[in-house]
């Protein structure tokens, strides 16, 4: 497909809402692809046990035969009060924040030689980082409701009053910081990874980028980035779903010890990472492949 070249005369306004339903389609689609492994995921980032394939495979058949098929995409529907607005404010973000930084993109026919990289890190680094302060309660309560039993919350309106009553309002933003420390290399590398690779295929080739080779870019982004922020990916867990853990330090240095102590680096800092191999590059693939085509696409119709 022959993406479109972008029309100076789009306004501001056009320019930020197309981003920002391009964003919204791209996080829904990726998250609900790979709902049932991130559900996985956090049920062994929030506990003891040790992970393996084999446990992760028995986890979701025991999750099947218990409460049916769609009980693998249980707090999905949080996921996505989460994640659109979420996507969709870190598009646009990114696209603004390029804006300010004077960052250009070869894909649109444009030069980034004198743009230095660190603007692409930097950019997408402040993008994740506007986006998860935006809607941080929103990924709090989606965890809770992932890893609870059906008896203990009904829907994320439930969450949120029982977190509220019982917890107090502070509660809701328990991990926030392990977030923004994470969000920052996860985020910069992911988006300056993809920018990148988009531009290199710029500079190499006559030929447009097409939707395989998104994907493919995307799938690379994903993988490097997750590796680099991992660790703070399980403390942010442990401190969102604490009352359901055992004796944690609310602090990142305390969680990163006790894990350290009790599991290891591998088995405990890197739980499940295997399996995020797995995702993350599908769910970081999908979003900005679907990003990209839904924008050239909103573009040429608006």
């Not at 404010?89 to 660190?118: C, N, P, R």
Request: glycine share 8%; hydrophobic share 40%.
């Amino acid at each position: 497909m022959n993406p479109p070249k972008e029309t100076p005369a789009l306004s501001h306004t056009k320019r930020v809402t197309t981003s920002l339903i391009a964003g919204a389609f791209a996080g829904a689609i990726a998250k609900t692809a790979i709902a049932p492994l991130d559900r996985t995921k956090i049920n062994f980032q929030t506990s003891h046990e040790r992970f393996s394939h084999t446990k992760a495979a028995k986890f979701i058949v025991k999750t099947y035969r218990q409460d049916g098929l769609f009980s693998l995409w249980r707090g999905n529907s949080a996921t996505m009060a989460r994640i659109v607005p979420y996507a969709a404010l870190q598009f646009s973000a990114h696209e603004q924040w390029k804006h300010v930084l004077g960052i250009v993109d070869h894909e649109h026919g444009k030069h980034t030689s004198e743009t230095l990289q660190y603007k692409r890190f930097v950019a997408g680094s402040l993008a994740g980082m506007t986006a998860q302060s935006l809607t941080y309660p929103l990924d709090l309560t989606r965890a809770r409701l992932a890893v609870s039993p059906r008896s203990r919350y009904t829907n994320l309106l439930d969450v949120f009053s029982k977190i509220v009553k019982e917890e107090g309002f502070s509660t809701l933003y328990r991990g926030y910081i392990a977030t923004m420390v994470g969000v920052i290399p996860y985020a910069g590398t992911s988006f300056f990874v993809y920018e990148s690779l988009k531009n290199w295929h710029a500079r190499k080739s006559e030929q447009p980028i097409n939707p395989l080779e998104r994907l493919i870019y995307g799938a690379t982004a994903g993988g490097i980035a997750q590796t680099s922020s991992y660790p703070l990916d399980i403390v942010r867990r442990r401190l969102q779903v604490g009352q359901f853990s055992r004796g944690y330090s609310y602090s990142i240095i305390g969680i990163l010890k006790e894990v350290y102590r009790e599991e290891g680096i591998f088995h405990g800092w890197f739980k499940g990472i295997t399996l995020n191999f797995i995702k993350g590059p599908i769910a970081v693939g999908l979003s900005f492949v679907t990003f990209d085509l839904m924008q050239n696409f909103l573009r040429t119709i608006v």
